[in-house]
């Protein structure tokens, strides 16, 4: 399968490519939380980072407990972000995930915080 940049393609391959060039150009506050989430570390849960559900690619993904991690920077307080952010997180509840908001300032500089936050929702999810 080749992929560019344009609009050739399905839909679904536009958007695989773009979840890979997200992962490839993560922020600093997405990498750090990664390394508590990656390889099962956290829970013995597994969680996909840069994940295609539906039209949205949400930051990171634990199918198993349908909950999806969202790390906002400074651009998502605009009001049309914040609508955005709530149509898309609306989405996400109706097909049955639980959507967590942090600010990449707290994973940054309260990353036990953040974790024991996921954790505590972990533990309210069902397998």
């Known amino acids: 399968m080749t992929h560019s940049t344009d609009n050739g393609g399905s839909a679904v391959?536009?958007?695989?490519?773009?979840?890979r060039l997200l992962r490839r150009n993560e922020t600093e506050?997405?990498?750090?939380?990664?390394?508590q989430l990656r390889a099962k570390r956290f829970s013995a849960l597994?969680?996909?980072?840069?994940?295609?559900?539906?039209?949205?690619?949400?930051?990171?993904?634990?199918?198993?407990?349908r909950l999806v991690i969202e790390l906002d920077g400074g651009q998502h307080a605009e009001p049309a972000a914040v609508a955005s952010d709530s149509r898309r997180t609306g989405w996400l509840?109706?097909?049955?995930?639980r959507v967590l908001r942090f600010w990449n300032n707290d994973v940054l500089?309260?990353?036990d915080g953040v974790a024991q936050a996921i954790l505590d929702a972990v533990r309210e999810t069902s397998p």
């Open 13 to 19: 391959e536009r958007r695989f490519y773009r979840a």
């Open 29 to 35: 506050a997405e990498r750090k939380l990664w390394q």
């Open 46 to 65: 597994k969680f996909r980072r840069q994940f295609p559900i539906g039209d949205f690619i949400v930051d990171f993904c634990c199918k198993e407990r």
């Open 93 to 97: 509840k109706s097909r049955g995930y």
């Open 109 to 111: 500089t309260n990353i």
